[in-house]
């Protein structure tokens, strides 16, 4: 009896032991998801100007190769998309070093631009009044005539209406004198016009806004540019100075022209590094591309409406030769000068343009806000040819949108009828 026992607990045990493997075996219900939808893909606003963008593309190659340029690049930019980036050539001639987007240029003149960047930003942010004058960061400034000389106000200098005659001291500039000792000499400068009437071109007047944000800001201009401007937009193969520039590997050097497109190659130099809110700011195409991002984007978070105000309000006529927009043909109806930038009317659109040229380098720059697109070249062998490509892309543009409104026009005539 107790052996059939043994053998019932034995026989139940395993059953049990079963019974429990089977149930672990069972499936667990199938959990469907449901569907998704599908996702649409982000629209691309290049895709508006494909037709002339293609065009431009081929009249840039075209141009560019048949200049002879030893090293060149090229960005478009709408509505804050890069729309093309282009680099030829190399660096230097005679070796095989290409030029590409992180390629450091000088920007010479167009540094004028970047600075009046900066200042739209430091006048938005309440730290540097464009309507703040001279003498109450400087006390000691001085100027041919107490009057000017109180007179004189930021907004002054960085539109080239300070009254001076144009040019001033530009030769000590070229034999490297500091600003400081430069600015001690500009009360023996004949004055044209009170502050603010008349325009005069100048670098070292410009560039008096260095020593302006240093004292206010206690900050270099080298870091106040990295911090407003340089980090913000992305701009990160820029920097200001010569050191900066020579030791940089990725750097593009000057060349001159020995004859019949043929170039050899220059000594680095440090021209007009020493006023370097008007010359003294280096970048490559992919800097350029991200200023014109932010620039050409209307719902920019670096840059606010009022900054835009600042920097692109014109500020006084500027009379220039025919010559210095020759390539841009007949289609120029007035030339004004803002914060840094020349506001130029072409063939009813307003542009904000600046060029610049230092020895071996030629840099330049336009943004047509209505529009919403902007390019900008760099060289570093100038050819009279490059200067072309500017207002091709504009007339190509310009040409696109009239025949787009016109197709516009003509549909809804018809709709009408």
């Known amino acids: 009896m107790r052996k059939k026992s043994y053998y019932f607990i034995v026989i139940l045990g395993v059953l049990l032991l079963i019974a429990f493997k089977m149930q672990s075996f069972k499936s667990e219900p199938i959990q469907v998801e449901p569907p998704v939808a599908p996702v649409a893909p ?93 003498v109450d960061y400087i006390p000691e400034f001085a100027l041919k005539d107490q009057k000017s000389t109180n007179e004189l106000r930021i907004r002054h200098l960085l539109s080239h209406t300070s009254g001076l005659i144009p040019h001033a001291y530009d030769l000590m500039v070229e034999d490297h ?68 520039f020579k030791n940089n590997p990725n750097k593009a050097y000057p060349h001159y022209n020995r004859g019949h497109n043929r170039f050899s190659p220059m000594r680095l130099n440090d021209r007009y590094y020493n006023t370097a809110p008007a010359a003294g700011v280096n970048a490559s195409i992919s800097d350029l591309g991200h200023l014109l991002v932010q620039l050409t984007d209307p719902d920019s978070k670096v840059l606010s409406k009022h900054a835009r105000e600042s920097i692109f309000t014109p500020q006084v006529k500027s009379p220039l030769r025919r010559t210095y927009f020759r390539s841009w043909g007949r289609g120029i109806q007035s030339k004004q000068y803002s914060i840094g930038w020349r506001i130029v009317d072409y063939k009813g659109r307003r ?15 336009a943004y047509c806000e209505e529009d919403d697109f902007g390019i900008a070249f ?40």
Do not use: W
């Not at 431009?56 to 690049?73: E, R």
């Open 42 to 134: 982000r629209y691309n606003p290049v895709t508006e100007i494909q037709a002339p963008l293609t065009r431009f593309d081929s009249l840039l190659d075209a141009n560019v190769n048949t200049s002879g340029v030893v090293g060149a690049a090229a960005v478009v930019v709408y509505k804050g998309q890069i729309a093309l980036l282009k680099c030829y050539g190399v660096r230097k001639a005679g070796t095989k070093e290409p030029v590409d987007r992180n390629t450091v240029f000088r920007l010479a003149s167009v540094s004028k631009s970047i600075t009046g960047v900066l200042a739209g930003i430091l006048d938005d942010e309440h730290v540097v009044d464009l309507d703040s004058r001279v």
């Open 177 to 244: 004198v500091p600003l400081e000792k430069i600015m001690d000499r500009l009360k023996e400068v004949d004055i044209t016009a009170p502050p603010g009437q008349l325009y005069g071109y100048q670098n070292v007047v410009y560039s008096i806004y260095d020593p302006v944000t240093r004292i206010k800001t206690k900050k270099s201009y080298d870091a106040l540019m990295q911090e407003k401007v340089f980090q913000p937009f992305g701009m990160t193969d820029a920097s200001i100075g010569f050191e900066d």
């Open 351 to 365: 542009i904000a343009y600046h060029g610049g040229y230092v020895l071996g380098y030629k840099a330049e720059i």
């Open 378 to 417: 760099l060289c570093n062998s100038p050819m009279s040819e490059t200067a072309k490509n500017i207002p091709a892309f504009l007339n190509i543009m310009f040409e696109e949108q009239d025949r787009l409104a016109e197709n516009k026009a003509a549909n809804a005539a018809a709709d009408k009828s």
